[in-house]
């Protein structure tokens, strides 16, 4: 079962490979169908991933004997609410799982889960839930219990040298950590406890550093609430052991019972770490796959919202690449036999509005998408730039690294991960971009001459070298500006081309101005290091005219801003 929210995942599967068409070029469709068969048609389309659904647009909102909103009623509403329920209760669970079970074992459970009603299906959910929540519950409340004695373990160590053997720590007794300005909190603290105790208490304290004091306070075992009142008010949070366990006995015999407790307390929760564990391991696949179908069900039950009906029909919208259209038209007459009416329609003012982008790269390049994905993808009917970042990339890296050696090492790293992890899709194009950039870096290490730096060279004086960079920086910086040069005009002149094919006019002039601008100045620096045929006159004629348009074009498009265009 495939979720809406990554139906693509199939078109990248069966896609048509066409190296001229990165984005795949898209079809608006409309399926006509009775109300009645509505839901069991957009789960079909959900679970083989046919098409991108879309909001279908209403000339008039609530009129009569108009199309109108689908809105869920009855059965489905109640169905709705159940799935987000069971939706939420997963959402919660699922991190508490200790253990993250495979994506085979995932796929194996929805599988089986699939063939659940669901009323069996929620009812699996909430006793999964349970267990995890009640597994977590045990092993949250132990580690809080370790937490405390821990604390107070630490306080008592930090007082204990002030008080002696002889006093017992019992319910008259609050442990207690002071930060910030010690000395004034000290100081209010046994103003208060003298108005009310005068000299029937003590406070142990011992300064750990210049901004923490740890202290212990005895007083009167009725004046509990008086003092736990005071700390209060002054902003002191005590750490109290009120347990008749630690009533009545010294320092060391409170430590010494701690000790016990912690060890007895660390041996429960190995125990259930343990029982964790593997109530993850037997159930940890099932919530995932749950998961899954469940967040399925509640996207196909809310995207009812984008589409229309009347008292008879539904009418559903979407998008479906245009290679893919026939083998769509084709499933849908055959599962419904002439239930279905499904047909392209126009996609507006503008052929790529509102169109979901599909890349259709080649299978060299599509690696290379993971670079990519970094950023928002393309807008439907603009450029892909990843197999321009493909060869970009490569080309770079091997200029930059070229040494023979630390390429070879580099393929061979990723041919082995390949054969560890090479099932994992995002570790294959990991796989296949490093095999690329040790390719580019043994080729540019063969043209410099390097093999592990100038190792070889040392033993080998006569190593083939076509291109020695340490020797010859002037002629690489001279590459880097020739590759900097086209990089920038091609930018412009894809910049034009799209300006103009989405029809924003103003734009393209501006890219056209500052194009033809450069163009006359590259000329021009060309002619000044008498670069031929540069620096003949016909020449330096087409450079002021190029000049000249440029700028004009720049102010009319700019205004007053064409002096910042110029400095572009």
């Not at 590759?483 to 103003?506: A, C, D, P, Q, T």
Request: charged share 25%.
């Amino acid at each position: 079962m495939q979720s809406l929210r990554t139906y693509w995942d199939c078109f990248y599967r069966k896609q048509r490979v066409r190296i001229s068409d990165m984005i795949a070029l898209m079809s608006r469709v409309e399926l006509v169908c009775l109300r009645s068969i509505r839901a069991e048609l957009v789960r079909t389309l959900q679970d083989r991933g046919l098409l991108h659904l879309d909001e279908v647009a209403l000339e008039v909102e609530e009129a009569p004997d108009f199309l109108s909103r689908v809105a869920l009623e009855g059965d489905e509403y109640t169905e709705l609410t159940a799935t987000e329920e069971a939706e939420r209760s997963l959402a919660e669970v699922a991190p508490l799982l200790t253990s993250e079970p495979s994506a085979f074992d995932v796929q194996a459970s929805i599988v089986k889960l699939s063939e659940l009603n669901q009323l069996d299906l929620f009812r699996n959910v909430t006793d999964w839930a349970e267990q995890l929540r009640e597994t977590t519950r045990k092993r949250v409340d132990v580690q809080d219990q370790l937490d405390v004695l821990n604390n107070y373990r630490g306080v008592i160590e930090q007082v204990a040298p002030a008080l002696g053997n002889d006093v017992n720590l019992g319910k008259g007794t609050r442990a207690l950590v002071l930060g910030g300005d010690v000395a004034r909190a000290v100081s209010r603290i046994e103003e208060r406890l003298e108005n009310e105790f005068g000299s029937d208490y003590t406070f142990h304290k011992n300064q750990t550093s210049k901004k923490q004091l740890v202290g212990l306070l005895s007083f009167p075992e009725d004046k509990s609430e008086v003092v736990s009142k005071i700390l209060n008010q002054e902003g002191v949070a005590p750490m109290d052991m009120s347990s008749d366990d630690y009533s009545d006995l010294t320092a060391r015999e409170v430590l010494d019972k701690i000790n016990t407790t912690i060890a007895n307390l660390k041996t429960d929760l190995g125990a259930l770490e343990g029982e964790a564990n593997t109530v993850s391991l037997r159930i940890g696949a099932d919530v995932l796959a749950a998961r899954s179908i469940i967040g399925d069900a509640v996207a196909r039950l809310r995207v009812a919202g984008n589409f229309a009906q009347s008292e008879m029909i539904a009418v559903i919208h979407g998008w479906t690449p245009s290679d893919e259209y026939d083998a769509l038209k084709s499933v849908i007459d055959k599962e419904y036999e002439g239930k279905v009416d499904v047909n392209q329609i126009d996609g507006g003012d503008e052929p790529h509005s509102g169109a979901p982008t599909l890349l259709q790269n080649h299978k060299f390049i599509r690696p290379f998408e993971i670079c990519m994905s970094v950023f928002r993808p393309p807008t439907y009917g603009t450029i892909d730039p990843t197999a321009m970042v493909a060869v970009a990339f490569i080309l770079f890296y091997g200029l930059i690294l070229g040494d023979f050696v630390y390429g070879m090492v580099l393929i061979g790293l990723a041919k082995f991960l390949g054969r560890k992890l090479g099932h994992i899709d995002v570790v294959k194009d990991i796989v296949t971009i490093a095999t690329s950039m040790g390719v580019s870096g043994a080729i540019f290490g063969i043209m410099y001459g390097e093999y592990c730096g100038d190792l070889l060279m040392r033993f080998w004086p006569s190593v083939p070298v076509l291109f020695h960079r340490a020797h010859e920086p002037e002629q690489l910086l001279i590459w880097a500006i020739y590759i900097g040069i086209f990089h920038v005009l091609l930018g412009l002149v894809l910049g034009i081309k799209e300006s103009f094919r989405h029809g924003h006019k103003m734009h393209g002039l501006e890219k056209l101005g500052m194009f033809l601008g450069l163009i006359a100045l590259l000329i021009q620096s060309f002619a000044n290091f008498d670069v031929a045929p540069f620096n003949s006159s016909i020449f330096t004629v087409l450079s002021v005219i190029f000049f000249a348009v440029g700028v004009v074009l720049i102010f009319y498009t700019m205004k007053f801003m064409g002096f910042i265009g110029l400095i572009e």
